[in-house]
């Protein structure tokens, strides 16, 4: 049998010899806060709080094992069972029950991140009994006849309003349907980020701040706006319509000197303003962290930008996104050789997320290898150079890109046939417009 937690009754059913959880409903001191975990209501040194379902959840976890290290692993399979999802969701959970708490990350004295490991409740979790064992059998008598009469009165409101009222269904409480609203809009704002055109960056900018307009310090959103509007600044700097120039990269924007001007100055001072908050409130995302980078690198302080990324890669080493941004700015600085490893790391870390997340890996994966190979085949190593060029092809055949890219290699290696056979195929599958130059 398993060890029993505080929190939950078990017992061992003897015909099928498998154990079975019944949960109870628990009153408990979790530090100052008195907490109710069938209702997800606390009361404390602020007054009453009442917690959004998953948030009690995550308290109940976090105090059925108080003093231990939980992982997230462990609490994302508790919370979200038979669904994938990421640190961030858990991390914003995190911060709402620690700003419920009146907690504070920088100097905790409830929840603890433990880096790299998950979190660990730092208050004592002491059971109230719901029962007093001295109370006199008067008073338990006194206790049944109220309950009979309560439950006489909730029979017989409950057969006058279906005379008056017809049938009632049963209404969702608020914070549940703001909670789902939230997590609706977030998913739908982070595709459309991720896409990376113009028309998907505003229609993230709107969903991201209609999310603000619910809960203005969700961290998720708080770091997906300031993204949004870093690269608004630096990808397209001009009105739409106005015919000026968009950017591909960060250096390329950043050499052309106009995020030292408006309106990019303003949006990068919101974004920051937006970045550092969602640190603030949850300091332990890795996406938080990430998008103070991307903010700061693009109004060109590349030290910090570099510090926020490496923070982002301790809370998550599989952060790819921090790893492509750390190479961004180790090129910018000339630091090719130094910058190529994170280039690698980053390709393998999206081919291992592509299966659960694979909206936001496919737009970088393919293109993030043949930036590899050209990169080899700068050096002069032509069959590093091939090697990745084939294994950007054996993930998304006829990449025009990657095919062209090999074509050319073997070309220089002296075998123009296979290259011509792959430029024919390319055009002939493509269309010319996609042909080898």
Known sequence: MKKSSPFSDHSVSERSGTEKVRRINVLAMVGEWRVDFSTGEMTGPSGAVRLEPKVSQLLRELAGRAGRVVSREELMAAIWPDVIVGDDSLARLVSKLRRALGDDAREPRYIETMSKRGY?????????ETADRADSQRARGWRWFALTAAVVLLVLAAVLGGLLYGPQRDEPQVDTVESDRILALLARAEDSY??????????????????????????????????????RSFRWPYPAGSGGEEFT??????????????????????????????????PESAATHKALGLVVSAQGDFDSALSAYRQALALDPEAWGPMINIGDI??????????????????EAMGRAYESDAVRV????????????????????????????????????????ATRGLAGVLREGGDAQAADRLCAELAERLGPEEACR
Do not use: C, K
């Open 120 to 128: 660990r409740l730092l208050a004592p979790v002491d059971r109230i």
């Open 330 to 347: 180790l090129q910018i600085e000339g630091r090719q050789d130094e910058a190529l490893p994170y280039f690698e790391r980053a390709f």
């Open 362 to 401: 496919r737009p970088w994966h393919a293109g993030m290898g043949v930036l590899i190979a050209e990169r080899y085949r700068d050096r002069g190593d032509l069959t590093a150079a091939e090697g990745w060029y084939r294994r950007v092809l054996a993930y998304s055949p006829l990449h025009p890109a």
């Open 194 to 231: 991720f896409q990376f055109s113009r028309a998907d960056n505003e229609a993230a900018i709107e969903l991201y701040e209609r999310v603000l307009g619910i809960d203005p310090d969700d961290p998720i959103a708080l770091a997906g706006l300031a993204n949004a509007l870093a690269q």
């Open 249 to 282: 990269t960060l250096g390329d924007a950043l050499a052309a000197g106009h995020l030292e001007h408006e309106p990019a100055l303003s949006q990068l001072e919101r974004a920051e303003r937006l970045a550092r908050r969602a640190v603030e409130v949850a």
